[in-house]
């Protein structure tokens, strides 16, 4: 979840819970797709979608979207039509069939960019990317914990490709954020609605996920704490 930054590691299990009860499941991948491990099959979900622009690194524009069987025969046996034309998906699916239909006119530079950033997957490995994205985010989240700052959710539910850390008492969460995109071109993002103000979001995905950018943020945020007479007791140490 990217607005608090928390993996959900028991997917098997809520969709085992799900089939029981007669539900399905649709998974927000949007955030791991590439970055951390996705088992659609193995985990049962019925329906998952993600976005181009995060770890995969390629421009917004196309969903990849995937449905299974079970859903696909709910989809396919709805009774009403649905609302909007541009979230019919059996005419999307229709469109992908062997024998094609027209739905919309696809947005071919969008879809060859997606290849191109599936065939960079392809070639590091999907573990190896996954690997990637924990090993630098780890050196991310040790340099944080060395500064002084406090990881928001516990180790089990740590998201690699998007790191959560409190806000410290005294320290002014936007001035960080403005001190380190002026001085260091570096952007990362405050606490949404209940947490706004409490949490600083900091982005580690696909291409960037590097460790030479893990130093300058370090190094930045370092600066920012400093600046703003934020007890570097803990930095010195
Ligand atoms: C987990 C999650 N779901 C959905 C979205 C919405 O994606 P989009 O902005 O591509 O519509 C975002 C956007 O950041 C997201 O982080």
Redesign the pocket.
Same mark, same amino acid.
């Given at each position: =979840? $990217? $607005?608090t930054g928390i993996l959900q590691p028991d997917v098997a299990e809520l969709a085992d819970i799900a089939r029981d009860h007669d539900a399905y499941t649709i998974m =927000?991948c949007? $955030?791991s797709l590439s970055g951390v491990e996705v088992q659609v099959d193995d985990w049962g979900v019925d329906a998952v979608y993600g976005?181009p622009?995060?770890c995969l690194s390629c421009t917004?524009g196309v $969903?990849p979207l995937t449905v299974g069987d079970r859903a696909r025969e709910k989809i396919l046996g709805r009774e009403t039509d649905p609302k909007s034309w541009y979230l019919d998906l059996a005419g999307v699916m229709e469109y992908w069939g062997d024998d094609p239909s027209y739905h919309h006119t696809p947005p071919t530079s969008s879809l060859y960019g997606l290849r191109e950033s599936l065939r960079l997957v392809a070639e590091e490995g999907l573990e190896a990317r996954w690997k990637r994205h924990r090993d630098v985010a780890g050196a991310l989240v040790e340099g944080l914990e060395d500064l002084g700052l406090e990881l928001f959710p516990d180790r089990d539910h740590w998201l690699p490709s998007l790191n959560t850390v409190r806000v410290p008492d005294g320290v002014d969460d936007a001035a960080v954020i403005d001190f380190l995109l002026s001085e260091y071109d570096i952007e990362i993002a405050g606490g949404l609605g209940e947490l706004s103000g409490e949490l600083w979001r900091i982005g580690c995905m696909g291409h960037s996920a590097r460790h030479q950018n893990v130093a300058a943020l370090l190094t930045g945020m370092k600066e920012a704490l400093a600046a703003q007479e934020y007890d570097t007791s803990a930095i010195e140490a």
């Amino acid at each position: =979840d $990217t $607005t608090t930054g928390i993996l959900q590691p028991d997917v098997a299990e809520l969709a085992d819970i799900a089939r029981d009860h007669d539900a399905y499941t649709i998974m =927000d991948c949007v $955030t791991s797709l590439s970055g951390v491990e996705v088992q659609v099959d193995d985990w049962g979900v019925d329906a998952v979608y993600g976005s181009p622009q995060k770890c995969l690194s390629c421009t917004p524009g196309v $969903t990849p979207l995937t449905v299974g069987d079970r859903a696909r025969e709910k989809i396919l046996g709805r009774e009403t039509d649905p609302k909007s034309w541009y979230l019919d998906l059996a005419g999307v699916m229709e469109y992908w069939g062997d024998d094609p239909s027209y739905h919309h006119t696809p947005p071919t530079s969008s879809l060859y960019g997606l290849r191109e950033s599936l065939r960079l997957v392809a070639e590091e490995g999907l573990e190896a990317r996954w690997k990637r994205h924990r090993d630098v985010a780890g050196a991310l989240v040790e340099g944080l914990e060395d500064l002084g700052l406090e990881l928001f959710p516990d180790r089990d539910h740590w998201l690699p490709s998007l790191n959560t850390v409190r806000v410290p008492d005294g320290v002014d969460d936007a001035a960080v954020i403005d001190f380190l995109l002026s001085e260091y071109d570096i952007e990362i993002a405050g606490g949404l609605g209940e947490l706004s103000g409490e949490l600083w979001r900091i982005g580690c995905m696909g291409h960037s996920a590097r460790h030479q950018n893990v130093a300058a943020l370090l190094t930045g945020m370092k600066e920012a704490l400093a600046a703003q007479e934020y007890d570097t007791s803990a930095i010195e140490a």
